[in-house]
């Protein structure tokens, strides 16, 4: 999630870059409106009457070689047929700009709406579901092959970033204790071509959307990419599972996924014998993440606000606690 300071919309910061790309004019106003905010500004708009977003990140919250690892990353899997979200180009020829506005610097990407629904819109059929498994496992599969010229940060570069973000927000010692041993257990790890690349990271039930028509999922937001064990992804998708279905349903759904995945890529004892190391990185990571997005505060906070950092003051408790007692 971007600092709280930047979750604001800015109208007129869009327009402005969107002075880069293609849009209609006539609906903007309407299509603006409907923004998003969290780990990037989403703004849609329309080109040639079809739903497209503009995404804006200030720089000092990217890194600029991963903005460019995931757009080249993005231009493999559609030139491999893999169905994800399609770029857009700027008027310039470039999938992405650094642009500089009266409000700072921005990294600034388009992308045309894919077909479907979110998964978590379905009934999670067992169709549904298989597909599901099939669209990780074939990204994977395909990041087996991929050879980047733009190469995202990988999980040390981001267990540094978590140490340092740690310290300088002034975690508590036993959380920093915690990534310590992480980082000496990810140590011990195999890493290999079938089980090490570059991952999705939030394959997750928002993120993926089921088009009835073909049979097939289409998948967006690469944005937090990272070269990691694939079994991560696996372990996010689960815990996405967890929050939609029942008990019962829940390991059908799991058994239903993982079948899809061996469809396209391999999953072994290994991998799954690994998962809770997984959730212990993205624990660590979250909630490094959030104490940072957390950290500055304002006077007059709007009410939306207020009730926003109680929601995630929250969060943050409860993941020190998780974090504490694994």
Same mark, same amino acid.
């Given at each position: 999630?971007?600092?709280?300071?930047?979750?604001?919309?800015?109208?007129?910061? +869009?327009?402005?870059?969107?002075?880069?790309?293609?849009? *209609?004019?006539?609906?903007?106003? !309407?299509?603006?409106? !409907?923004?998003?905010?969290?780990?990037? +500004? #989403?703004?849609?708009?329309?080109?040639?009457?079809?739903?497209? /977003?503009?995404?804006?990140?200030?720089?000092?919250?990217?890194?600029?070689?991963?903005?460019?690892?995931?757009?080249?990353?993005? &231009?493999?899997?559609?030139?491999?047929?893999?169905?994800?979200?399609?770029?857009?180009?700027?008027?310039?020829?470039?999938?992405?700009?650094?642009?500089?506005? !009266?409000?700072?610097?921005?990294?600034?990407?388009?992308?045309?709406?894919?077909?479907?629904?979110?998964?978590?819109?379905?009934?999670?059929? @067992?169709?549904?579901?298989?597909?599901?498994?099939?669209?990780?496992?074939?990204?994977?599969?395909?990041?087996?092959?991929?050879?980047?010229?733009?190469?995202?940060?990988?999980?040390?570069?981001?267990?540094?970033? #978590?140490?340092?973000?740690?310290?300088?927000?002034?975690?508590?010692?036993?959380?920093?204790?915690?990534?310590?041993?992480?980082?000496?257990?990810?140590? $011990?790890?195999?890493?290999?071509? *079938?089980?090490?690349?570059?991952?999705?990271?939030?394959?997750?039930?928002?993120?993926?959307?089921?088009? $009835?028509?073909?049979?097939?999922? +289409?998948?967006? &937001?690469?944005?937090?990419?990272?070269?990691?064990?694939?079994?991560?992804?696996?372990? !996010?998708?689960?815990? @996405?599972?967890?929050?939609?279905?029942?008990?019962?349903?829940?390991?059908?759904?799991?058994?239903?996924?993982?079948?899809?995945?061996?469809?396209?890529?391999?999953?072994?004892?290994?991998?799954?014998?690994?998962?809770?190391?997984?959730?212990? /990185?993205?624990?660590?990571?979250?909630?490094?993440?959030?104490?940072?997005?957390?950290?500055?505060?304002?006077?007059?906070?709007?009410?939306?606000?207020?009730?926003?950092?109680?929601?995630? &003051?929250?969060?943050?408790?409860?993941?020190?606690?998780?974090?504490?007692?694994?």
């Amino acid at each position: 999630m971007l600092k709280l300071k930047y979750l604001f919309e800015n109208y007129d910061l +869009a327009k402005e870059a969107l002075k880069k790309w293609e849009y *209609d004019m006539d609906t903007l106003d !309407q299509m603006l409106s !409907q923004f998003r905010i969290s780990s990037n +500004a #989403i703004y849609p708009f329309t080109q040639g009457g079809k739903v497209c /977003f503009l995404r804006l990140a200030p720089i000092e919250e990217k890194m600029e070689k991963n903005v460019a690892g995931e757009m080249e990353f993005i &231009d493999f899997l559609v030139h491999r047929g893999y169905p994800a979200l399609e770029p857009l180009k700027a008027k310039t020829g470039d999938v992405f700009l650094k642009i500089s506005t !009266q409000w700072g610097e921005y990294f600034a990407t388009a992308f045309r709406r894919v077909c479907g629904i979110p998964i978590e819109d379905t009934d999670f059929s @067992s169709e549904i579901v298989f597909e599901y498994g099939k669209a990780l496992g074939k990204l994977h599969a395909l990041s087996t092959e991929y050879i980047p010229k733009h190469k995202k940060w990988t999980h040390v570069d981001v267990l540094e970033w #978590i140490e340092l973000t740690l310290r300088e927000y002034h975690a508590k010692d036993d959380i920093i204790a915690a990534l310590s041993v992480l980082k000496k257990e990810l140590n $011990k790890l195999s890493v290999c071509k *079938d089980n090490y690349g570059l991952i999705h990271y939030d394959f997750e039930v928002d993120n993926v959307f089921f088009d $009835k028509k073909n049979g097939t999922c +289409a998948v967006i &937001d690469f944005d937090d990419g990272m070269y990691h064990w694939y079994i991560l992804d696996i372990e !996010q998708v689960f815990e @996405s599972l967890e929050d939609e279905l029942s008990d019962e349903a829940l390991e059908t759904a799991k058994n239903l996924f993982v079948d899809g995945y061996r469809n396209e890529h391999s999953y072994t004892e290994e991998m799954e014998a690994v998962r809770p190391l997984m959730r212990r /990185f993205i624990d660590l990571y979250g909630y490094a993440r959030l104490i940072r997005c957390v950290a500055e505060k304002f006077s007059d906070e709007p009410e939306w606000l207020v009730t926003l950092r109680k929601k995630l &003051d929250n969060i943050i408790v409860d993941k020190e606690t998780d974090i504490i007692n694994t």
